[in-house]
Structures are given as structure tokens and as C-alpha cells.
């Protein structure tokens, strides 16, 4: 049988607490599990252990320890992740230890190609193990609950956010008037290129109708990327690419003299480009009136 895991998505020891006193009261070890829940196909349960709470998030973040629990601060150095988010909760037989459970996740995630980043106490006698093996993170927090013993299983798989909500020439209107400029997600290009994406036309078109509803205004269309490559070609692609927008714009009706371009290469960041989310929102096209 193939080896499967434990996990869990690391909370404050309060939060967990409050948590678990409602779940355990309700169930006790063997009991049938809590209604729409069932055991994540990574890791078969320990036995005689019930689920109590279960929970599937498209997208979400979490946060996993990766190092020692710091004795001073009572905190545990975290990482921080955002994907999709899975997490069952089990409450198990009062025979079953922390380090009995504990051990038999380390070893599980071990065979089946998993590296073990952390695995160690936490404090109240708490214990957890954090692993990763390509885009998923698992975690698992074992601690004890009245007489019984309990552990939490989180899975995350690390993945950029689809963007499916996209900004109205309302709303990006609102925005203008309020801070003077707004940063436009939705306008992709080829890789490495200024070629502007066909699935860009309905949000460019926004922007033209708020060029169109605003006749006044005047705007500097600025380009944005990643640090991904050098800085040379970053500065000189994001030029192309607000340039290829003021293009755009310019044979959709918008009067060329009503608008300049301007690159800043990856010199203006607005997230961490160490994460791919943070990379997506960092490649983007700003609207700043004049």
C-alpha cells in the first residue's frame, strides 16, 4: 500500500484550542465522522481516529512552520503560502501518543518522496511536521485534548491566483479620482514579448471607454514586470509592452495625443516576486492621469 501523509495548517494555540473543544465535545474516538468529511487521498488515517471538521478552500493561504520553536518568542519560524487548502481534523484513542503519530507521518511523507523540512515539538507538548515535495506542502499538528489525542492534516498546493474578476472603466474611473492612477490586471502578452493577448481585448476595451467617458483626461500608460531576467531586458520590455497599449488605444478611437507610455522595467514592485502570485501582480499595466 502506498505510503500517505499527515498534515496541517499552522494556527495560533488559541485558535486551535477553541477549535477543538467544540469538536471534541460533540465526538469522541470512533464515533462516525463529522458529515461530508473524509480522509485526503495523500494520507490513510491512524487507526480508531475520527474526523471531526474538514474544510476545501479553490484558494487560500496558510501558513507552515519550518524551523525550531524559538524558547523566548514561543513562535516557530513560518512560511507563508497561498494555493489550494485542504484540511481534515481527526480526535483519536487516548492509546495513540503525540510522538506515535507524529513519527508515523515523518515516516510516511519520507517514503513517499516527500523532503522533511521541519519536524520537532512545539510548546504544550505539541507536535509538528512540515514537509514539501514539488508545488504541495503538507503539515501535521499533533497535540493532545483532554484525555484523548488529536491532529490537524493541511495540504497546500502552491498555484498562481486566476484572475476572474476584472476592473470596469467605473470603477477604474473611481479609483483614478481618488489616488490619481490604477494599476490594470487582465492585459497579458506572449511570453518575453510586447504582443498583446487576443483574451486582453475586454478589459483594454474598459479602458477605452474610460478614456471615452472621461474625454479630458490625459494618461501615462506605465509598464511593469517581474525580476524574472535581466534588468536591461526587463526595462526594455515593459517599455514595449506600455507602448503596445498606447497602440492599442490608439486604433480602438482613443486620440493618440491624449496619451504617453513609460517602463520601469521590475523597478517598482508591488508584491514579493519570490512567490508566483506575487510575480502575476508585479507584471501589470498602470493607468496614471496627467
Same mark, same amino acid.
Given at each position: 500500500?502506498?505510503?500517505?501523509?499527515?498534515?496541517?495548517?499552522?494556527?495560533?494555540?488559541?485558535?486551535?484550542?477553541?477549535?477543538?473543544?467544540?469538536?471534541?465535545?460533540?465526538?469522541?474516538?470512533?464515533?462516525? @465522522?463529522?458529515?461530508?468529511?473524509?480522509?485526503?487521498?495523500?494520507? *490513510?488515517?491512524?487507526?480508531?481516529?475520527?474526523? &471531526?471538521?474538514?474544510?476545501?478552500?479553490?484558494?487560500?493561504?496558510?501558513?507552515?512552520?519550518?524551523?525550531?520553536?524559538?524558547?523566548?518568542?514561543? =513562535?516557530?519560524?513560518?512560511?507563508?503560502?497561498?494555493?489550494?487548502?485542504? &484540511?481534515?481534523?481527526?480526535?483519536?484513542?487516548?492509546?495513540?501518543? #503525540?510522538?506515535?503519530?507524529?513519527?508515523? /507521518?515523518?515516516?510516511?511523507?519520507?517514503? /513517499?518522496?516527500?523532503?522533511?523540512?521541519?519536524?520537532?515539538?512545539?510548546?504544550?507538548? &505539541?507536535?509538528?511536521?512540515?514537509?514539501?515535495?514539488?508545488?504541495?506542502?503538507?503539515?501535521?499538528?499533533?497535540?493532545?485534548?483532554?484525555?484523548?489525542?488529536?491532529?490537524?492534516?493541511?495540504?497546500?498546493?502552491?498555484?498562481?491566483?486566476?484572475?476572474?474578476?476584472?476592473?470596469?472603466?467605473?470603477?477604474?474611473? /473611481?479609483?483614478?479620482?481618488?489616488?490619481?492612477?490604477?494599476?490594470?490586471?487582465?492585459?497579458?502578452?506572449?511570453?518575453? *514579448?510586447?504582443?498583446?493577448?487576443?483574451? *486582453?481585448?475586454?478589459?483594454?476595451?474598459?479602458?477605452?471607454?474610460? #478614456?471615452?467617458?472621461?474625454?479630458?483626461?490625459?494618461?501615462?500608460?506605465?509598464?511593469?514586470?517581474? @525580476?524574472?531576467?535581466?534588468? /536591461?531586458?526587463?526595462?526594455?520590455?515593459?517599455?514595449?509592452?506600455?507602448?503596445?497599449?498606447?497602440?492599442?488605444?490608439?486604433?480602438?478611437?482613443?486620440?493618440?495625443?491624449?496619451?504617453?507610455?513609460?517602463?520601469?522595467? @521590475?523597478?517598482?514592485?508591488?508584491? @514579493?516576486?519570490?512567490?508566483? =502570485?506575487?510575480?502575476?501582480?508585479?507584471?501589470?499595466?498602470?493607468?496614471?492621469?496627467?
Amino acid at each position: 500500500m502506498r505510503p500517505r501523509l499527515v498534515l496541517t495548517r499552522v494556527l495560533s494555540v488559541a485558535c486551535v484550542s477553541v477549535a477543538l473543544l467544540g469538536t471534541a465535545a460533540a465526538q469522541e474516538p470512533g464515533d462516525p @465522522d463529522e458529515e461530508g468529511c473524509k480522509d485526503l487521498p495523500i494520507l *490513510s488515517r491512524m487507526p480508531g481516529c475520527t474526523i &471531526t471538521s474538514c474544510g476545501t478552500k479553490e484558494y487560500d493561504a496558510a501558513e507552515v512552520a519550518v524551523g525550531a520553536l524559538n524558547d523566548a518568542t514561543a =513562535e516557530h519560524p513560518m512560511k507563508s503560502l497561498e494555493g489550494q487548502v485542504e &484540511t481534515v481534523t481527526y480526535i483519536c484513542p487516548e492509546k495513540l501518543s #503525540l510522538l506515535q503519530i507524529g513519527r508515523n /507521518a515523518e515516516t510516511a511523507l519520507k517514503a /513517499a518522496g516527500y523532503e522533511v523540512v521541519f519536524s520537532g515539538k512545539s510548546w504544550h507538548d &505539541t507536535r509538528i511536521v512540515t514537509a514539501q515535495k514539488d508545488a504541495r506542502w503538507v503539515q501535521v499538528k499533533v497535540e493532545p485534548w483532554n484525555e484523548y489525542t488529536s491532529y490537524e492534516l493541511t495540504s497546500v498546493v502552491v498555484k498562481g491566483l486566476a484572475q476572474e474578476m476584472e476592473a470596469t472603466a467605473d470603477q477604474m474611473a /473611481a479609483e483614478i479620482a481618488r489616488t490619481g492612477h490604477v494599476a490594470v490586471h487582465g492585459i497579458t502578452f506572449d511570453t518575453g *514579448s510586447a504582443n498583446i493577448k487576443p483574451a *486582453s481585448d475586454k478589459v483594454l476595451g474598459e479602458v477605452a471607454s474610460l #478614456l471615452q467617458k472621461n474625454p479630458a483626461w490625459k494618461m501615462r500608460l506605465e509598464g511593469h514586470t517581474d @525580476d524574472v531576467g535581466g534588468k /536591461a531586458a526587463n526595462q526594455k520590455l515593459s517599455e514595449q509592452r506600455a507602448a503596445a497599449v498606447v497602440a492599442w488605444l490608439a486604433s480602438h478611437g482613443i486620440a493618440p495625443d491624449r496619451l504617453t507610455s513609460q517602463g520601469f522595467g @521590475d523597478g517598482k514592485p508591488i508584491a @514579493d516576486n519570490k512567490t508566483e =502570485e506575487g510575480r502575476a501582480k508585479n507584471r501589470r499595466v498602470e493607468l496614471v492621469k496627467l
